[in-house]
């Protein structure tokens, strides 16, 4: 990514309303078999024609052809009963009906590497591509196999990394690996949870991002935060860590949040995804409100490796809303960029 500022999404853009309801996280499709391919592809290319209208220059899939961030991909894995299930606590939050690990976990065939392949054909501009990272799969599952959320971690590791090095051969420029469990398992994230990213990532050539956030703007996520505190200081835990890893982007929501700016200090040298877009309300920023959200995080971060984004997916939202946040945080920017530019 050679330019200045270049811009993306945490994720998750909303669906349109023939492919799943609005407005409703993790929405059953409403179509099935060769119409239900067909319209994922058109509801890609319509969210690249979206971020390219708004001036997204780092364009991802808007995660169209999936329904969670981390289900659909373990869907596709053997070793995983979906017909069993037990109720888990996801990341100490809420309680939900999860499927269970049966068996050795494996990866019989790629699983996104077709649709990132179609996402090259769609734009000329670099593409991202998110995965779930380790540590955030095996919250989202019961382990009734390995028992052991280390060794579990570890194996998802391996399997990442197999489809990772596919979609870098498919065209893909900048691999994400989401991992909001790193905001909540400190000491895990600590003693094996970047390692395990780590060897998700290793030996790609396509660069790797990290992507920590405080959730989709959802009630058990905004009931979380206000426990918090008057700052959220939970990236202090994990940083320093980050910092010394092999991934080369790390993600941080900003955008009306309680995070102190400062602690993007704690990875120096790293690129950094700063979101400067509030995904937990429909009041749509300004791009004076975004410029100045990147004016401060560049009291922190230089230029050249600062990256503009959203604090999260926008799939909850309003597609109307979604779409005026990404030409506010277009505008916003370029705002910048010229700024930068001038000086």
């Not at 994720?11 to 078999?33: D, F, H, I, N």
């Not at 382990?143 to 998802?156: I, N, P």
């Not at 799939?315 to 530019?341: H, I």
Request: charged share 25%.
């Amino acid at each position: 990514m050679t330019m200045l500022l270049p811009t993306t999404t945490a994720g998750s853009l909303p669906k349109p309303s023939w492919l799943a309801q609005p407005e409703v996280l993790w929405s059953p499709w409403r179509l099935e078999g060769e119409e239900l391919a067909a319209a994922k592809r058109d509801a890609l290319r319509l969210a690249v024609d979206d971020q390219r209208r708004a001036g997204i220059t780092l364009v991802g899939d808007g995660e169209q052809t999936r329904r969670h961030f981390v289900t659909t991909f373990v869907e596709h894995l053997a070793g995983v009963d979906f017909e069993k299930r037990e109720t888990v606590r996801i990341r100490n939050r809420y309680d939900a009906s999860v499927p269970m690990v049966v068996g050795a976990v494996s990866r019989p065939e790629p699983v996104f590497v077709e649709d990132a392949r179609y996402l090259r054909t769609q734009t000329e501009l670099p593409i991202k591509w998110t995965l779930p990272g380790p540590m955030t799969m095996i919250d989202t599952l019961y382990d009734a196999h390995y028992r052991s959320r280390e060794k579990l971690a570890w194996e998802f590791a391996l399997i990442l990394n197999q489809e990772a090095r596919e979609l870098e051969a498919a065209g893909v420029d900048v691999i994400q690996f989401d991992e909001p469990a790193f905001n909540v398992f400190f000491d895990e994230a600590n003693d094996w949870g970047i390692a395990t990213l780590e060897k998700a990532a290793e030996g790609l050539k396509a660069e790797t991002a990290v992507h920590i956030c405080y959730g989709y703007g959802i009630e058990a996520n905004t009931e979380w935060k206000k426990t918090l505190g008057s700052q959220w200081r939970e990236y202090e835990r994990t940083f320093p860590n980050l910092q010394t890893s092999s991934i080369d982007i790390v993600s941080l929501e900003c955008q009306n949040s309680r995070v102190p700016m400062e602690l993007i200090e704690l990875v120096r040298g790293k690129k950094v995804m700063v979101g400067a877009i509030d995904v937990a309300t429909d009041t749509v920023e300004t791009p004076e409100e975004v410029a100045a959200t990147l004016r401060n995080a560049l009291r922190f971060v230089d230029a050249d490796k600062l990256i503009p984004a959203t604090n999260c997916g926008m799939a909850p939202l309003a597609r109307d809303v979604a779409t005026a946040k990404l030409k506010a945080l277009g505008a916003g920017a370029a705002v910048v960029r010229q700024e930068l530019a001038s000086a």
